[in-house]
C-alpha cells in the first residue's frame, strides 16, 4: 500500500513538532532542514530514527546527509 | 570574620521538590509540616519492598516544553528548571560569561535513561538509540546544559559524593568564586533516581523505611521509631556572587556563604564512623574556613536521614563541635532523601532560615532517641534570634563524604 505525498508530509510534520517544537504548518516540501528549519545534524538523527518506525523505511547514515529538503526525504520514503 | 579573601553571598534561589514546584511554595509546605511523600504507583512497586517515595510536586514534563524534555534526562529536567527559577530570582544577573560558573552534580546520574535506553537497545537495535541518550545519562549533563543555557563559560563541573553531592558542589563553587575564577556560579545538586532498580539496590543495602501502611510518618529522623530513609527527587539550586559584584548591581542578598568544610570518614563504604568523627571534622573545617566560632551557630540543618544508624552518630557530632545550643532540624521528614539532590535543597533551607529567622520543626519525631544531646526543633517551628548569626548545613555520602557548609546573616 503506497503512501502518499500528503500523508508521508502529515507524519514528517508531527514527527519534526515533536522533536523540535516546530509548527507542522511550517514543515513544507521545499524547505531545507538546516537553512529554513534550524535544525541540527543529531535532531536529524532523531527524525530520522522516528521516520523509519512511522513509514518503516531504513535512511542510513550515509543517505541521510543527502536529504537536504523536507521533500527530498519524501523522496527517498516513496523510492 | 575578618578575612580579606572575597566574600561570597547568595543571590538567588531555584528548587523543585516532592513539597513544591518552587522554593516559596516548599518552604512554605516544609513551615507547615507537610508531608512529600506518597504511595508510588508504577507498576515496579509490586517488585519491590519500599512502596513510597517523595515523587516531586511538580512533574517537570509540564513545566518544559515537550522538545526540550525529550532531550533531558529526569534529573536534568529537575535542574534546569531550579536553575532558570534561581537565575530569575537572582534578577537574571548581567554578567560576563567568561566569568560565570557552574558546580551542579547528581549523586547518580541519569539511571532512569540508562535503563529505558537498554531495553530500547535490547528490543530494537542501536540505531532507534536517541542521539542524546549520553548526555542523558551522563552525571555531568545537568552542568553541562544550565551552562549553554546561560553562556557560562568560566567552567561547568560536577563533583559526584553520593548524598554529599549538592553541598560539594555548593562549597566548589564558593572556592570558584574566592580563587577569582568566576563572579557567579550557578551551584547545587539534582536527582531523578525513583526507579524500580534502584529502590531495590537501596532496599538491598537494608537502608530504606518499609512503613508501607504510613508513607507520610516513614520519615522520621532522630526518632526511636525510625526505620530508614524515604527515597525523594528533584534540586536545588543557589546564585553565588562575589560580594563586590552583588552589591555593585544592587542584587539582593540572602546570606553570605561563608565557608565550607570536608572530611572523609575512612572507614566504611555505606555506614558512618561510629564515633561521629568525619561529621565533626567537617563541621569544625567550616567554621575555620569561615572564621567563626561554636557560639556564631545558632542553627544545623542536620544530614539526619532516618536511618537507624546515621541519626545519633551526627547528633553526637554536632554535639561535639558545636555545642548543645544550636537549634537542629531534619528537613529530610518532609521532602525525603532527594540524594545528589539533598545538599542543594537543604542548602537552601539553611540560608532561608537566616534570612527569615525561623527553622521549620522535624516532622514525625513523636519520641527521639535516647542520649541526644542537641536541640531539636518538634511541634512547631522555632524563631531565630536577631542579630549577626550563623548556621551549618550538614550533607554525608555513601563512600564516607562529608561536607558542612556555613552560611552567615548578612
Known amino acids: 500500500m503506497a503512501v502518499t505525498e500528503q500523508e508521508i508530509l502529515a507524519g514528517l510534520g508531527k514527527i519534526i513538532n515533536e522533536i523540535t517544537g516546530i509548527p507542522a504548518t511550517e514543515v513544507t516540501p521545499e524547505k531545507n532542514f538546516v537553512d529554513d528549519l534550524d535544525i541540527d545534524s543529531l535532531s536529524m538523527v532523531e527524525i530520522a530514527v522516528a521516520a523509519q518506525d512511522e513509514f518503516g523505511v531504513e535512511i542510513p547514515d550515509d543517505q541521510l546527509k543527502h536529504l537536504k529538503t523536507v521533500k527530498d526525504v519524501i523522496n527517498f520514503i516513496q523510492a | 570574620?575578618?578575612?580579606?579573601?572575597?566574600?561570597?553571598?547568595?543571590?538567588?534561589?531555584?528548587?523543585?521538590?516532592?513539597?513544591?514546584?518552587?522554593?516559596?511554595?516548599?518552604?512554605?509546605?516544609?513551615?507547615?509540616?507537610?508531608?512529600?511523600?506518597?504511595?508510588?504507583?508504577?507498576?515496579?512497586v509490586d517488585t519491590v519492598p519500599v512502596k513510597f517515595a517523595g515523587v516531586a510536586a511538580v512533574d517537570p514534563g509540564d513545566v518544559l516544553p515537550r522538545p526540550e524534555a525529550r532531550r533531558l534526562d529526569r534529573a536534568e529536567q529537575f535542574a534546569l528548571i531550579a536553575a532558570r527559577q534561581a537565575w530569575q530570582d537572582a534578577g537574571a544577573p548581567e554578567?560576563?560569561?567568561?566569568?560565570?560558573?557552574?558546580?551542579?552534580?547528581?549523586?547518580?546520574?541519569?539511571?532512569?535513561?540508562?535503563?529505558?535506553?537498554?531495553?530500547?537497545?535490547?528490543?530494537?537495535?542501536?540505531?532507534?538509540?536517541?542521539?542524546?541518550?549520553?548526555?542523558?545519562?551522563?552525571?555531568?549533563?545537568?552542568?553541562?546544559?544550565?551552562?549553554?543555557?546561560?553562556?557560562?563559560?568560566?567552567?561547568a563541573h560536577s563533583t559526584v559524593s553520593a548524598c554529599?553531592?549538592?553541598?560539594?558542589?555548593?562549597?566548589?563553587?564558593?572556592?570558584?568564586?574566592?580563587?577569582?575564577?568566576?563572579?557567579?556560579?550557578?551551584?547545587?545538586g539534582t536527582e531523578a533516581a525513583i526507579h524500580g532498580l534502584n529502590v531495590a539496590s537501596f532496599a538491598a543495602a537494608r537502608t530504606m523505611s518499609t512503613r508501607n501502611d504510613e508513607p507520610e510518618r516513614a520519615s522520621r529522623p532522630f526518632d526511636k521509631g525510625r526505620d530508614g530513609f524515604v527515597l525523594g527527587e528533584g534540586a536545588g539550586i543557589v546564585v553565588l556572587e562575589s560580594e563586590e559584584h552583588a552589591r555593585a548591581r544592587g542584587a539582593r542578598i540572602y546570606a553570605e556563604a561563608a565557608g565550607v568544610g570536608y572530611s572523609s570518614d575512612a572507614y566504611h563504604i555505606t555506614g558512618p564512623e561510629p564515633e561521629g568523627?568525619?561529621?565533626?571534622?567537617?563541621?569544625?573545617?567550616?567554621?575555620?574556613?569561615?572564621?567563626?566560632?561554636?557560639?556564631?551557630?545558632?542553627?544545623?540543618?542536620?544530614?539526619?536521614?532516618?536511618?537507624?544508624?546515621?541519626?545519633?552518630?551526627?547528633?553526637?557530632?554536632?554535639?561535639?563541635?558545636?555545642?548543645?545550643h544550636a537549634i537542629v532540624t531534619a528537613t529530610k521528614s518532609m521532602t525525603g532523601h532527594l540524594l545528589g539532590g539533598a545538599g542543594g535543597i537543604e542548602s537552601i533551607f539553611t540560608i532561608l532560615a537566616l534570612h527569615e529567622r525561623i527553622v521549620p520543626a522535624i516532622a514525625n519525631l513523636d519520641d527521639p532517641a535516647d542520649g541526644i544531646e542537641?536541640?531539636?526543633?518538634?511541634?512547631?517551628?522555632r524563631k531565630l534570634d536577631g542579630g549577626q548569626l550563623a548556621a551549618i548545613n550538614n550533607s554525608f555520602g555513601f563512600g564516607g563524604h562529608n561536607v558542612a557548609v556555613a552560611f552567615t546573616t548578612v
Do not use: C, Q
Open chain 2, 277 to 324: 568523627r568525619g561529621g565533626r571534622e567537617a563541621m569544625l573545617r567550616a567554621l575555620k574556613d569561615a572564621g567563626l566560632t561554636p557560639a556564631d551557630v545558632a542553627h544545623v540543618n542536620a544530614h539526619a536521614t532516618s536511618t537507624p544508624v546515621g541519626d545519633e552518630i551526627e547528633a553526637r557530632a554536632i554535639k561535639e563541635a558545636l555545642g548543645s
Open chain 2, 95 to 155: 554578567v560576563d560569561g567568561e566569568r560565570l560558573g557552574v558546580v551542579v552534580g547528581s549523586g547518580i546520574g541519569g539511571i532512569g535513561t540508562i535503563l529505558s535506553a537498554y531495553d530500547l537497545y535490547r528490543e530494537k537495535g542501536w540505531n532507534r538509540l536517541s542521539p542524546f541518550t549520553v548526555p542523558m545519562l551522563m552525571p555531568n549533563g545537568s552542568a553541562g546544559w544550565i551552562s549553554i543555557e546561560l553562556g557560562a563559560k568560566a567552567g
Open chain 2, 374 to 381: 542537641v536541640d531539636l526543633v518538634r511541634g512547631e517551628p
Open chain 2, 1 to 44: 570574620m575578618s578575612t580579606n579573601r572575597v566574600r561570597v553571598v547568595v543571590t538567588g534561589l531555584g528548587a523543585t521538590t516532592p513539597l513544591g514546584g518552587d522554593v516559596a511554595s516548599t518552604w512554605s509546605a516544609l513551615l507547615d509540616g507537610k508531608s512529600g511523600i506518597r504511595p508510588i504507583t508504577e507498576d515496579w
Open chain 2, 164 to 188: 554529599a553531592t549538592g553541598a560539594e558542589s555548593i562549597g566548589y563553587g564558593i572556592d570558584m568564586i574566592r580563587s577569582g575564577r568566576a563572579d557567579i556560579v550557578v551551584a547545587g
